[in-house]
Every structure is written in structure tokens, then in C-alpha cells.
């Protein structure tokens, strides 16, 4: 029962330490004097925009609205460009395959004619041409 006493009295004691930490960081400065900075930097700044920025603002079209012929282009532009970069990274993908497949190919080719001039070699009677279809049969 004791060790219960003790982990609620040690953390009543670490919410109060942590609260008043709090608040002797935050009393550094007055709240008058905060309120007085803000005024003399200036609401109006805060609030009005310029003549040029709000009517660019309005000018922005709707979420509904048709989009320009200039928008449409760009985008048609965008999605040319995405499509042509798409190919031409397959057809680079395509290329390293069919390259990478013409090796394969290659070394195995040349295994296998190694190992039939080999069988050829150990198989040879002395006639020739060393096939077995040249030999005479008894």
C-alpha cells in the first residue's frame, strides 16, 4: 500500500513542479506589454492586403468554374511530358533487359559448344571426321 502513496505523491509533486515551470516561462513578459507591442506593429498589415493582391485573389477561378484554354494546355503539356519521360524510361528498362538476355544467351551458347568440342575430343577414334554418324559399323 505504501508504494502507492509514493508513485501518487511523486507524480502530484511532478504535475505541480511542471506547472509552475510553465508559468515562470510565460511571465517573462507582462500581458499589457505584449498587448502594447502588437498595437504599435500595426493591426492594418495584418488585416488589408494590398489593391493588387485582392484582385488577384478574386481573379483566382472557383473549384467549379470552366478552366482557361491557357490552363488546359499546360496541363495537356504536363501530362505529355509525364508520358514521354514514362517511355522513354521502360524502353531503357526494355533495353538493359533484352541486352542483359542476349548475354545469357551468348554464355550459354558458348558453354554448351565447349562442352560438345570436349565430347568430341574424348569420343574421337582416330578416324576421321570425328562423328559418331562416319563410323563403320561391324
Known amino acids: ?17 511542471l506547472s509552475r515551470l510553465r508559468e515562470g516561462t510565460s511571465a517573462s513578459v507582462s500581458s ?3 498587448a502594447r ?9 495584418k488585416i488589408f492586403m494590398r489593391e493588387s493582391d485582392a ?9 467549379r ?16 511530358r509525364a508520358d514521354e519521360l514514362r517511355k522513354e524510361y521502360y524502353e531503357e528498362q526494355r533495353n538493359e533487359f533484352e541486352n542483359f538476355v542476349e ?3 551468348d554464355e550459354q551458347e558458348e558453354r554448351s ?5 570436349q565430347w568430341r575430343q574424348w569420343h574421337y577414334d582416330g578416324l576421321y571426321p570425328p562423328y559418331l554418324y562416319n563410323r563403320h559399323h561391324i
Open 1 to 17: 500500500m505504501t508504494w502507492r502513496q509514493v508513485l501518487l505523491l511523486s507524480c502530484f509533486s511532478a504535475v505541480v513542479l
Open 32 to 34: 499589457r506589454q505584449a
Open 37 to 45: 507591442d502588437e498595437a504599435q506593429e500595426g493591426v492594418k498589415p
Open 55 to 63: 484582385s488577384n485573389f478574386l481573379k483566382k477561378r472557383g473549384k
Open 65 to 80: 468554374s470552366p478552366k482557361s484554354r491557357e490552363e488546359v494546355n499546360a496541363e495537356n503539356r504536363q501530362k505529355l
Open 103 to 105: 548475354e545469357q544467351n
Open 113 to 117: 559448344r565447349e562442352a560438345v568440342e
